[in-house]
């Protein structure tokens, strides 16, 4: 969506930025009458914190599919205030919007087993995730369980599905070269194809998926051949899988 950024309080005059803040209130007086300045630029990428302290207390006391709803609820809302264009600028798919997408699905599969069904190794890797996902980290491709590769697969599709969204309406109005417009509808097939096999491709895979969305939006928003080249590269590997 396209929103004036700069906002100024009717009451008290204090301008201040939308996009910092995320509120029209004012931040100096919280008086809600407000109106928008300067030009109208893309916006996507709300004021979000992904808060996990209090389901992390929940640990020792709660049963496990209670802390994991907590902390897919958490999650999910986080992701739904993100996006990946803050003030007309493309951003990177970023640590923290990937850890939260991965610790919703995770956590859904968690709530959803019956305890018997559950693995040590799972449960392990659930609360290594609800440990390290607010400070923007996730675990390494090589520690994901057999179990739960589904649940990030599916997780990183979406989340490539949501930033070449965004790249999408950033590039509006904007003529592509053949070969950028042709790495950028592969990228949307590939995640297709993820999503409707749920997810289950290796870890590995749906690295590279993510690895070939960062540098699309590189190239994309940088110039950068080399990122384009590689982009091309993972995709065409992607290919062949």
């Given at each position: 969506?396209?929103?004036?950024?700069?906002?100024?309080?009717?009451?008290?005059?204090?301008?201040?930025?939308?996009?910092?803040?995320?509120?029209?209130?004012?931040?100096?007086?919280?008086?809600?009458?407000?109106?928008?300045?300067?030009?109208?630029?893309?916006?996507?990428?709300?004021?979000?914190?992904?808060?996990?302290?209090?389901?992390?207390?929940?640990?020792?006391?709660?049963?496990?599919?209670?802390?994991?709803?907590?902390?897919?609820?958490?999650?999910?809302?986080?992701?739904?205030?993100?996006?990946?264009?803050?003030?007309?600028?493309?951003?990177?798919?970023?640590?923290?919007?990937?850890?939260?997408?991965?610790?919703?699905?995770?956590?859904?599969?968690?709530?959803r087993t019956p305890s018997h069904e559950r693995t040590d190794e799972g449960e392990l890797y659930f609360v290594s995730l609800l440990r390290d996902a607010d400070g923007g980290e996730r675990p390494p491709v090589a520690e994901v369980?057999?179990?739960?590769?589904?649940?990030?697969?599916?997780?990183?599709?979406?989340?490539?599905?949501?930033?070449?969204?965004?790249?999408?309406?950033?590039?509006?109005?904007?003529?592509?070269?053949?070969?950028?417009?042709?790495?950028?509808?592969?990228?949307?097939?590939?995640?297709?194809?993820?999503?409707?096999?749920?997810?289950?491709?290796?870890?590995?895979?749906?690295?590279?998926?993510?690895?070939?969305?960062?540098?699309?939006?590189?190239?994309?928003?940088?110039?950068?051949?080399?990122?384009?080249?590689?982009?091309?590269?993972?995709?065409?590997?992607?290919?062949?899988?």
């Amino acid at each position: 969506m396209k929103i004036r950024g700069e906002r100024e309080c009717t009451d008290c005059g204090t301008r201040w930025s939308y996009y910092e803040t995320g509120s029209v209130g004012c931040p100096a007086c919280s008086s809600l009458r407000s109106v928008g300045t300067g030009e109208r630029t893309e916006h996507t990428d709300l004021d979000a914190a992904l808060e996990l302290t209090e389901v992390r207390g929940l640990i020792d006391d709660a049963p496990l599919e209670e802390v994991a709803e907590r902390a897919a609820e958490e999650a999910r809302s986080y992701v739904r205030r993100r996006g990946f264009v803050r003030g007309g600028d493309l951003i990177d798919l970023d640590e923290s919007y990937l850890a939260a997408a991965e610790l919703r699905y995770v956590a859904d599969v968690l709530a959803r087993t019956p305890s018997h069904e559950r693995t040590d190794e799972g449960e392990l890797y659930f609360v290594s995730l609800l440990r390290d996902a607010d400070g923007g980290e996730r675990p390494p491709v090589a520690e994901v369980p057999h179990g739960l590769a589904m649940a990030r697969g599916l997780a990183y599709a979406e989340a490539v599905r949501e930033y070449r969204r965004d790249v999408r309406s950033w590039l509006e109005g904007r003529e592509l070269a053949p070969d950028e417009r042709g790495a950028l509808d592969s990228l949307g097939e590939h995640v297709t194809r993820i999503r409707m096999l749920d997810g289950d491709v290796s870890p590995q895979i749906a690295e590279r998926l993510v690895e070939t969305a960062r540098d699309l939006g590189r190239a994309l928003r940088d110039g950068d051949e080399v990122a384009l080249a590689r982009a091309e590269d993972r995709l065409e590997a992607l290919d062949d899988v």
